[in-house]
């Protein structure tokens, strides 16, 4: 099992973490450190965005990045909406939501391109045209059955 604080791998009847005696509890199924879940629901996926906003390293599962996503398109959507009623005025509130969510955002986007097996650089590839395809492709595909260079499956 594997330790929710420290994340280090512990016998399965253990009780406490061997390296940080953390308490260990055995009925929940804990994938490792800074992962998801691949049943995460809305307001966990936001909230774990959130939470982990300045964390590039880990995985995201294709349910916590694709929840996120629903939510920064509808506060942009009302951020735009409630920029489009301030006639003349600059666009300040959707100015703002962005700045908010920039982080999260481009966290997430390489924790799930972690999942499947890229490196985060590779999010660089929707600077190009063509190079939308094969991301959105990676974004949709399942994750790494195993562990790979970036951590346990989510």
């Known amino acids: 099992m594997y330790c929710p604080n420290c994340g280090k791998q512990n016998p399965e009847n253990a009780k406490f973490c061997l390296e940080c005696g953390a308490a260990i ?45 629903l939510f920064t398109l509808l506060v942009s959507m009302v951020a735009g909406i409630i920029d489009q009623s301030a006639y003349g005025e600059p666009a300040t509130v959707t100015a703002i939501t962005n700045l908010v969510i920039l982080f999260p955002s481009l966290a ?42 970036y951590g346990m499956p989510v």
Not at 33 to 54: H, I, L, Q, Y
Request: hydrophobic share 40%; net charge neutral.
């Open 25 to 69: 509890q055995s009925d929940t199924a804990y994938l490792g450190p800074m992962t998801g879940r691949p049943d995460m629901t809305f307001t966990e996926s936001v909230s774990s965005c959130f939470s982990k906003a300045f964390v590039f390293q880990g995985r995201a599962s294709r349910a916590e990045y694709w929840w996120f996503a």
């Open 108 to 149: 997430v986007n390489i924790r799930r391109l972690h999942d499947t097996g890229h490196s985060g650089w590779w999010y660089l590839i929707i600077l190009t045209i063509i190079g939308i395809i094969p991301y959105f492709i990676w974004m949709v595909s399942k994750g790494d059955d195993r562990q790979n260079e």
